[in-house]
């Protein structure tokens, strides 16, 4: 089958986009109200774009109604914003925060989920988390129905059964983020699996072959 994309309705675009694009890592996160509470909200348009400088982008659409979302509000109003990777022991916490409460309710405390301020935004962050990410905004791009949000990591709080024991990289067997496929469904990474390339001289001796 064919789609033309400059022809496609809106919601068609969006049903396959997302279904064929995943799975998507989950951000949690985490804003200033203007009255100083927490608000929180999982997006699952979000990945890492570069690590110099380094650069995490969030794609946040408006309400059904047009109206904007509190958290694109409150990080237009500071410029500030953290992210939390979310696991299987953060998913449920992670559903209650998606859901429509008032812009004045306190997320994370209805979530039951633990914070502390950040160490360097003024923003509270996820302890429970396996990783968060404090982010200044680097800039906004505005489109009609959506808004790109890209934000520069500051800083990085790891918990430390995440790590190695040199604590230089991820220890698979605790981090196993979840990630978004489409509409309700889900998917873990604890079947995770190594694949090494080969050399370009085997592969170019194996076609001179014709193996």
Known sequence: MEFDFTKLEMDSRY????NFIGPRPIALVTTRSPSGRSNAAPMSFFNVFS????IVVLGIQPRLSGEEKDTVAN???????AVAMVDMALSQQMLVCGLGFDSEVDELEVAGLPTAKGAQIDVDCITSAPCSFECRVERLI???RRVLVLGEVVHMHVRRDCLDEAGRYVNPE???PIARLHADNYITSDRQFVLKAPAI???LKADE???
């Open 75 to 81: 990080i237009r109003r500071t410029g500030e914003f």
């Open 201 to 203: 001289a085997d592969v």
């Open 15 to 18: 049903r396959l986009l997302t």
């Open 174 to 176: 605790v981090y196993q």
């Open 51 to 54: 690590h110099e400088p380094p």
């Open 209 to 211: 072959s014709g193996e």
């Open 142 to 144: 505005e489109f009609p």
